[in-house]
């Protein structure tokens, strides 16, 4: 069974500021893994598939890259919206377990 | 655009079984090679993935759960359920229903139903 973990648990940022996520796979996941949003009382947001591609309707200030077991979540300049808490989720085999989560906050 | 909307009882007591349906619209549940799935979220912690039902019936349940959970498709009223038996406190959560393609994300969900497990 595969394990995602996660780092920082928090992340401390000012508006404008980059923010880099990590994510990594107890072993390998090829490209299958998809990044997600989630705000307070909502669902979590599709961001980012396939590792690197962005969801339909996702700004261009966010981005991933890695394959294997280690991944990154990238937000080039932090707007007020993107506070948040953003989670992995590993989809190349069963079961498909998410990531503890990162809280980006201010 | 496929859209999903759970329904289910808000209280469940401990011991019983909690039941969830999960209604699709917008589409024909079979009529793609989608793979239906449950996800939980306890208070205050991250998303837990319960299992997913192919739309041929096939099933991938999460180990820590697969002795409790049993999940179906209902053909006729094009919804699929959650069944999870024998439930403590530790049930209590947030249960989304969600769509993937294959091998891809999870990638639209329902708006998410608040389960207690309380006497």
């Known amino acids: 069974e595969i394990v995602m973990t996660q780092s920082p648990d928090t992340l401390s940022v000012s508006p404008g500021e980059r923010a880099t996520l990590s994510c990594r796979a107890s072993?390998?996941?090829?490209?299958?893994l998809a990044w997600y949003q989630q705000k307070p009382g909502q669902a979590p947001r599709l961001l980012i598939y396939?590792?690197?591609t962005r969801a339909t309707g996702i700004p261009g200030r966010f981005s991933g890259s890695g394959s294997g077991t280690e991944f990154t979540l990238t937000i080039s300049s932090l707007q007020s919206e993107d506070f948040a808490v953003y989670y992995c989720?590993?989809?190349?085999?069963?079961?498909?377990?998410f990531g503890q989560g990162t809280i980006v906050e201010i | 655009q496929l859209q999903l909307q759970e329904s289910g009882p808000a209280l469940v007591k401990p011991s019983e079984t909690l039941s969830l349906t999960c209604s699709v619209s917008?589409?024909?549940?079979?009529?793609?090679?989608?793979?239906w799935g449950w996800i939980r979220q306890p208070p205050g912690k991250g998303p837990e993935w319960i299992g997913s039902?192919?739309?041929?019936?096939?099933?991938y349940y999460n180990p820590s759960l697969k002795s409790r959970l049993t999940i179906t498709v209902d053909t006729s009223r094009n919804q699929f359920s959650l069944e999870l038996s024998s439930v403590t406190a530790a049930d209590t959560a947030v249960y989304y229903c969600?769509?993937?393609?294959?091998?891809?994300?999870?990638?639209?969900w329902g708006q998410g139903n608040l389960v207690t497990v309380s006497t």
């Open positions: 396939d590792a690197s």
């Open positions: 969600a769509k993937q393609a294959g091998s891809s994300p999870l990638d639209s």
């Open positions: 072993q390998s996941v090829r490209s299958n």
């Open positions: 917008g589409g024909s549940i079979f009529s793609s090679p989608y793979y």
């Open positions: 989720q590993q989809y190349d085999d069963w079961p498909q377990p």
């Open positions: 039902i192919y739309y041929s019936g096939r099933t």
